[in-house]
C-alpha cells in the first residue's frame, strides 16, 4: 500500500500508521459468567465483582410429562394358515431395532424351512435398511430351502418396491389370498 500523499510525504508517520492500522483489527469480546450450579466447581471466585448473578426461582416450573412411547414402531403378529406362516407388520420398517425385530422374527420362522408370508398393508414407511433387510430375508430363506412372498404391500411402499427395482427379486403379491394360492401352485408345479 502506498501513501495517498505521493512521493514527496511531509508526514511519513502517518502514512505508517495509517497502513498498521489496516492490518490490526480489534475484537470486542464480552463474557456471561455462568451460574454457581452450572460450574464444573462451586470454588470458583469471580474476578469482576460486579457481575450478575442469576436469582433463584421462587416457583419451580411443572411440566406435564406424556408418556413414553414404546421405542419399536414396527408391531409383529404371527399367525399360520396351513402350513404358512403369516407375519402380519404394523407401523414401520426402518433402520436399526423394527429392521432387526422383522429380521429375527422371519428368520425363525425361515429356519424350520416353512413358507412366510409378509403381508405389508399395515406398514406405513420403509427406509433403505428395511428395504435392504426384506432382500436379505429373501435371500436367507433361499438358501435354507423356505419360500418368502410379500403380500399387499400399501402404496407408498409398493412405489419403493417397484422405483428400488426389489420387485424384480422378491415375489410380491397385491393381496394375502393371492400369495398363499401361490404357495399351492407352487406345489401342484413340483409334482409335475
Known amino acids: ?16 500508521s495509517a497502513r498498521l492500522a489496516l492490518v490490526i483489527k480489534n475484537y470486542v469480546l464480552f463474557m456471561i459468567p455462568k451460574r454457581v450450579s452450572d460450574r464444573l466447581s462451586i ?9 450478575q448473578t442469576w436469582l433463584q426461582p421462587h416457583q419451580l416450573a411443572v411440566v406435564e410429562l406424556q408418556p413414553k412411547e414404546s421405542k419399536l414402531k414396527l408391531s409383529l403378529e404371527t399367525r399360520n394358515r396351513g402350513d404358512v406362516m403369516i407375519v402380519h407388520c404394523q407401523g414401520r420398517i426402518v433402520y436399526r431395532d423394527e429392521a432387526a425385530a422383522l ?6 420362522l425361515l429356519r424350520s424351512g416353512g413358507k ?22 429373501y435371500t436367507r430363506a433361499q438358501s435354507q430351502n423356505s419360500d418368502l412372498k410379500v403380500a399387499n404391500p400399501a402404496p407408498i411402499v409398493r412405489e419403493l418396491l417397484d422405483l428400488t427395482n426389489v420387485d424384480s427379486v422378491l415375489e410380491i403379491h397385491s393381496n394375502l389370498n393371492e400369495a398363499l394360492a401361490a404357495f399351492q401352485l407352487t406345489e401342484a408345479c413340483a409334482d409335475c
Open 116 to 137: 412366510v408370508v409378509l403381508d405389508l398393508s399395515g406398514v406405513i414407511s420403509i427406509d433403505s435398511a428395511g428395504i435392504g433387510e426384506l432382500i436379505s430375508l
Open 1 to 16: 500500500m502506498q501513501c495517498n500523499a505521493g512521493p514527496g510525504c511531509l508526514v511519513p508517520q502517518i502514512c505508517a
Open 103 to 108: 429380521s429375527q422374527v422371519v428368520g425363525e
Open 43 to 51: 470454588t470458583m471466585q469471580f474476578t469482576n465483582t460486579s457481575w
